[in-house]
């Protein structure tokens, strides 16, 4: 876990975290503050330079979604005051990542590409081409590393280590199937096909939250409906909206995050077109114009919802 000196401090602070592009705060043990900040990581590791709008790009992407899905089940959001600021409530989070694939892309496809037919206890069909559609979305969880990388585990194991219980893992599953239809057919009315994602999950007492972000260019992948099977059948790459072509950028500069690999030059123009490019994701997911919003008063309107909520 990730901290150092906190940008801000707020009343009732009694905890801070540093993640790679996250400033999270607890408050009182009751409320977290979640700054979404303009660090861009990959690889697993934060890149040199920030890149304007993206923090208000993720921010607001996920409050939109985890609105259009509570009727499925409650999320952690009490507020969002600020663009790239929210506050929700401090869940118990379980331990595991559920990622969700609807298409054999990323990393799963490098794996069937060099032979795998199993993927977290998952049997994959013979036969499929990069970015082909599963028979039915395939569920393939990992673990949530406190520190260093995640980790594929099989539902199997999940259950016989005790990281979540049966019973519970099951209502997990279906929740994550519940969400990730309800994003597929938000995503098909922007023309965009939601490919794969993952979501976090907690408890407070008895009851199951959905946490974090959902559906955002980060935690998701999306291509575009428009010219899918076409390129699918001359086995061209797909138009996709996600930070994929971020990643691409530093394979293609020999950067993977392995140890003694340097990250290619961020130029001015790098981190332009890489705004620009998350600018462009904003709208075509949520199909409206982006509004660019300054971060200059983020402390002052947390302060003021936390007073709202009366712990400030």
């Known amino acids: ?69 509570e009727d499925i089940l409650p999320n952690w959001v009490v507020e969002v005051p600020a663009a790239n600021a929210t506050i929700g409530k401090l869940c118990e989070p379980y331990r595991v990542e559920m990622v969700i694939r609807g298409y054999l892309a990323g990393s799963a496809w490098r794996a069937y590409k060099s032979g795998a037919r199993e993927l977290c206890g998952v049997q994959l069909p013979e036969g499929m081409r990069e970015n082909e559609k599963f028979p039915v979305p395939i569920i393939t969880p990992t673990t949530k590393a406190v520190v260093g990388h995640d980790e594929e585990i099989s539902r199997e194991e999940i259950i016989a280590r005790g990281i979540v219980p049966e019973k519970e893992y099951e209502q997990l599953e279906q929740y994550t199937r519940q969400i990730f239809q309800r994003g597929t057919e938000m995503a098909a009315k922007q023309g965009l096909i939601l490919v794969d994602t993952k979501y976090e999950f907690g408890k407070i007492g008895d009851r199951i939250y959905l946490m974090d972000e959902i559906h955002t260019p980060d935690s998701s992948r999306y291509f575009y409906a428009d010219g899918y099977e076409t390129r699918l059948q001359n086995n061209e790459p797909q138009k996709q909206l996600s930070k994929e072509f971020v990643r691409e950028w530093l394979m293609a500069n020999n950067f993977q995050g392995k140890e003694g690999q340097v990250v290619p030059e961020m130029t001015d123009e790098k981190v332009q077109e890489i705004s620009e490019r998350y600018i462009e994701l904003y709208e075509k997911i949520l199909g409206e114009p982006f509004v660019r919003q300054e971060n200059s008063a983020v402390e002052q309107r947390v302060l003021e919802a936390l007073q709202r909520l009366g712990v400030a």
Do not use: W
């Open 1 to 69: 876990m990730a901290t150092s000196e906190a940008p801000f401090h707020f009343p009732g602070q009694t905890q801070f975290y540093k993640g790679k592009v996250r400033d999270v705060y607890t408050i009182n043990n009751q409320y977290l503050v979640m700054i979404v900040s303009d660090r861009i990581s990959a690889f697993d590791v934060v890149l040199p330079r920030p890149i304007p709008y993206k923090g208000q790009v993720l921010n607001q992407i996920a409050a939109r979604f985890l609105k259009a899905t």
